[in-house]
């Protein structure tokens, strides 16, 4: 069993900048693959970003490309998700993933991930 737990959501302004943490539990984190997804009201759950295992390979969304970095600790089995030059349509509740059965691919679809964290709320305001 893996636990995730984010935290660094927050209300920001248009233009700043937040970092999420995802911390998880589990001696084999550096093995697994790690997405950040976000849900807005109303719409569905999308990847805005992830990494395979040692996060050397990376995707992000059209959306978020250029102002999102996502990076991985593993000796503190954590993965971050920087994000700069926030925008209002940023806002959102951001969840971490973890697949466990990864390569060093990232890992882009929902239903491939195992463990789900419960969710940081992030508000942009204008």
């Known amino acids: 069993q893996v636990q995730l737990v984010e935290s660094g959501g927050g209300l920001v302004q248009a233009g700043g900048s937040l970092r999420l943490s995802c911390a998880a539990s589990?001696?084999?984190?550096?093995?697994?693959?790690m997405g950040w997804f976000r849900q807005a009201p109303g719409k569905e759950r999308e990847c805005v970003a992830a990494?395979?295992?040692?996060?050397?390979?990376?995707y992000y969304s059209d959306s978020v490309k250029g102002r999102f970095t996502i990076s991985r600790d593993d000796a503190k089995t954590t993965v971050y998700l920087q994000m700069n030059s926030l925008k209002p349509e940023d806002t959102a509740v951001y969840y971490c993933?973890?697949?466990?059965?990864?390569?060093?691919?990232?890992?882009?679809?929902?239903?491939?991930?195992?463990?789900w964290g419960q969710g940081t709320q992030v508000t942009v305001s204008s």
């Open positions: 993933a973890a697949a466990t059965r990864a390569s060093l691919r990232p890992v882009v679809s929902g239903p491939e991930y195992d463990y």
């Open positions: 589990g001696r084999t984190f550096s093995s697994y693959a």
């Open positions: 990494a395979g295992r040692s996060g050397v390979l990376t």
